[in-house]
């Protein structure tokens, strides 16, 4: 259901951006950000170096030994310091916390020119500690974010900080590979720092950080109260409790488990890549600026494929895109692996992270739609808990598996082919890859699943050539909103309902239409007049009905019909079912055959949900203000007779209608709507939106 629309738009990014507390807080993450992705491309080269005149077993595991490092933490270790967290001072706890990174990054080179039989046990060491200071540092930021930023530009500030985490992956990238190619010119003017391990993109790192915490320093954030209970509740602090309580909510239905199961082997075969990618990228002959533009070329194809992923084959079925997506990966990551080119190996990565990018965004969105309001929050705590894991666990077993493999020289021919074990492990996961598509694409494509389609190459040809297969343009024919009405007898709140509803509906992204019967068109308007004036008691009840049914077909046809086809959501006050009700059993006239004039009338359209608001004659009425309207006066056994009408049309279809106490305090009523109305509307975020941050592969606890 709903959702908070994400940042969307830059006119959002702007707004939050003008609050100069949080501009300068966002410039810190900024800067902290990219030199945490700077520190894991540095680090990772360090250890290849490090460990270079060793076996490749133990340089395979020196690297990925980095990247454990790095994510193994946030598992193991965020629900002590989310304990310790809320007792520190929040900006105090920032300001250290980048400062003690920079000086344990800076300590790193620095340990490999002093103390080279020490470094790499230093370089693990430094590693550890910076990511044990990270996880105080997270808490105290989305802490004071909060305190900087008004409630209603919360959302927009958390999508920017989530945008800015991982934006500057590439930029990163980027800059590694440029400050590569830049050591080795600084290396021939300062013979000093012509020693690989004096990597200049650690001493930058180290500057970023310091800056950070000069920006931090001087933010006016307001001191809390030191907590000795409570617990500062990150997305990370509780992954292990989210897996092990979650994963019964995750396989609901054969759709839901092969999302989870793609997005989950997606992250593994990912987590190989990353095992292995700095010293494969070695083998090729390239060194440390060939490893930034491969770990760029990743992260630029996700941000492609994350963009690209709602415009792609619009009329394609998004249950097999994930599939194809996938299996795309998959064979990027085959080639990848096979390839002995470092250019084509470059274009593979960036393909590789296309199809990613393109699962990753209809996943997103499919649970977003196919899990319940009521597990959605568990279901994503445990997909996020489980790639976690799946990452940091294909991470450690990928470099093993290439050091036992080893290298070799397999002849063709006149060539030779060389073998290594990092390309091994590239084409196993893609064929792992290949195999979870094949069989996610099964589980989301079900023969017995009505909503699975015609067929892969039916639908492929039809998208190809831009047009909607026979069933599509079938249901886009008929309107796509919905269409809710408020029923009920007089004084029952129909009317301030409906202005809740809407309201709230708004707020939450859609494009509402209120309206009422009679009296919405200016034909109605004048029926409304007639009908309702107490002058005209001589209305006999069979005319009453053909003039109520005229405003009701002027109405459908010039105000609801237009509004569903555009996809809005249509919020009537009163609609056939007061015409069956007052006209019917109020007037003791046939209710189906006025149900026949009505159908003729408003060409068949029915609600997707009828509201009744049950109360007595008496409590309503006694609520009235002013003069009784002709409706209004007619007897109590009229309204008697109308208000069982109500209730033996509520129960002749109970799935269309939700009967409420109209008794019951206003806001309660209001809550219980609302509950009803979010399980029938889609996700009001509209794919423009999706395409810029939607789909950032971070995912809230909730």
Known sequence: MSRSAPLGAPSEARNVLAITPFRRLWISLTLSSLGDWLSLLALMSLAAIFTAESSQLVQYLAVSGVVVIKLAPSILLSPLAGVVADRLDRKWTMVAGDVLRALLYVSIPLAGLLLPGFALEWLLIANLLAEIVALFW?????????????????????????????????????????????????????????????????????????????????????????????????????????VWTGWRYAGGTPLVRGLILGMLGAFAAGGAVIGVGRLHVEGLGAGNAGFGVVFAAVFAGMALGMLAGPRVLKQFSRRRLFGLSLALAGLALLFAGAVADMVLTAVLTALLGVGAGIAWVIGLTMLGHEVEDEYRGRTFAFLHGAARIALVGATAIAPLAAGFIGSYSVPLGPLTYDLRGSGVVLMASGLLAIGVALVCYRQMNRKDDSEAGPGLLPELFAALRGVALKEEEEEEAGPGGAFIVIEGGEG???????????????????????????????????????????????????????????????HVEQEILPALRRGAVVISDRYVDSLLA?????????????????????????????????????????????????????????????????????????????????????????????????SLLPDPVPSSAEEVTGMIPVIRND
């Open 138 to 242: 997270a808490p105290a930021k989305d802490a004071t974010v909060p305190n900087l930023v008004p409630r209603k530009l919360l959302e927009q500030a958390n999508q920017l900080s989530l945008l800015t985490t991982y934006g500057t992956a590439p930029v990163a990238a980027l800059l590694f590979a440029a400050l590569a190619s830049a050591s080795n010119v600084l290396g021939a003017v300062l013979p000093s720092m012509a020693s690989p391990e004096a990597d200049v993109a650690l001493y930058l790192n180290g500057l970023t950080f310091l800056v950070a915490a000069v920006v931090v320093a001087g933010l006016p954030v307001p001191k809390h109260k030191p907590s000795k209970d409570s617990v500062s509740d990150t997305r990370d602090s509780g992954i292990l409790r989210s």
């Open 492 to 554: 029952a709140g129909k009317s301030t309902q409906v202005r809740e509803l809407t309201v709230w509906l708004r707020d939450q992204g859609f494009d509402v239409v209120g309206t009422r019967q009679p009296g919405a068109t200016k034909l109605g308007m004048r029926l409304r007049g007639l009908l309702l004036d107490r002058e005209n008691s001589h209305i006999t009840p069979r005319a009453e009905v053909l003039l109520y049914a005229a405003d009701k077909a002027d």
């Open 582 to 678: 007052y006209q019917g059993a109020g007037r003791d006239l046939s209710v189906d055959e006025v149900r026949d004039i009505s159908a003729w009338a408003t060409q068949g359209l029915v609600p997707d949900l009828t509201v009744l608001l049950d109360v007595r004659p008496e409590d309503g009425l006694s609520r009235l203000g002013g003069p009784a309207d002709r409706i209004e006066g007619e007897s109590a056994e009229f309204h008697a007779r109308v208000r069982k009408g109500f209730l033996e049309l509520a129960k002749a279809d109970p799935e269309r209608y939700l009967v409420l106490d109209a008794r019951e305090p206003k806001e309660r009523t209001t809550r219980e709507i609302q509950r009803r109305v979010r």
